[in-house]
């Protein structure tokens, strides 16, 4: 059977949301469709966990107490994962449904004029609007570089939500993401005797590229062209190929 609405939003990150959001207030009928969580990328593997470890790592390079075990325990709480692997999201859909718009879990695909079809776990859903917004954002780039699938890499995804921390990392790329996570594992990652963050060099430590924690080197203007695993970490911090 199709079901018939005036809005589907596909993609139920902040920008789907809020085009789902500002549509039935204005009175419209809307289905949400999502194929992971609802609320997206910012509310689960961005903006949120990144503040909040960026926050506790800031407080490390000033000298505080903010253990890293208690900022993966901040981490997980904002973005609803205690005592669980992945996030929930129910939360979202109980605020969707509170305002009348239909939440659908599943994978939109185009289907015409008009018409949608969203994959799910059981039957495939029908869906008809007079409008359809595209919201789908966008994936993180993995480069082409030699043996990087073989080595393993993660993305934004693993790099927010880790709960173990790796004894160093590489970190391909200095735009904003690239950048804030840089901080917080400089910050983060104890080394030998290092506990504190008191030095006066930690205080140095800032943004817009130029981070410079103790533990933390540069390379500007330079291209990574292959990578291999041949250091002898901890396997269990290992990062493995992002799916
Ligand atoms: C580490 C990091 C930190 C950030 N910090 C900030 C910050 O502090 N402030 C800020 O403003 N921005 C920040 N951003 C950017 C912000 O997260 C993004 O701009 C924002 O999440 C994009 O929202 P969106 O709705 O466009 O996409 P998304 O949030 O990615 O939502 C798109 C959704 O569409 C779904 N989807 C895709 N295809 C389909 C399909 N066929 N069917 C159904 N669903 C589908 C996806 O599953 C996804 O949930 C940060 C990003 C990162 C990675």
Redesign the pocket.
């Known amino acids: 059977m199709t079901e018939q609405f005036d809005f589907v939003v ?7 949301e809020a085009a789902a959001s500002y549509a039935r207030a204005r009175g419209a009928t809307v289905a949400l ?5 609802f609320g ?3 509310a689960f ?3 949120m966990p ?2 909040t470890l960026l926050h506790a790592a800031e407080v490390r390079a000033h000298g505080g107490e903010y253990p890293w075990e208690r900022a993966s325990a901040r981490r997980d709480y904002m973005i609803v994962r205690e005592g669980r692997d992945y996030p929930d999201d129910s939360g979202h859909i109980r605020d969707y449904k509170a305002a009348g718009i239909v939440p659908v879990r ?4 185009l289907a015409g004029s008009g018409r949608v079809v969203v994959r799910t776990d059981g039957e495939p859903r029908e869906l008809e609007a007079n409008d359809i917004v595209i ?4 994936i993180g780039k993995v480069p082409k570089l030699d043996g990087l699938a073989e080595a393993g890499f993660w993305t ?1 995804k693993e ?2 939500s880790l709960r173990e921390l790796p004894r160093s990392i590489a970190i391909l790329g200095a735009g ?2 690239g950048t ?2 840089a901080q917080v594992y400089a910050r983060s990652i104890t080394r030998g005797a290092r506990r504190s963050s008191r030095k006066r060099s930690d205080r140095r430590a800032s943004t817009c590229g130029r981070t410079r924690a103790p533990s933390a080197s540069s390379r500007a203007r330079a291209r990574a062209v292959s990578t291999s695993w041949s250091s002898p970490m901890d396997r269990r911090s290992r990062p493995r190929s992002s799916s």
Do not use: Q, Y
Request: net charge neutral; aromatic share 2%; hydrophobic share 30%.
């Open positions: 596909i993609g139920a990150g902040v920008s789907g469709v999502e194929r992971d969580l997206g990328t910012c593997w961005g903006c990144s503040k599943g994978t939109a695909k919201a789908v954002g966008s934004n790099g927010t904003p993401s804030e996570l």
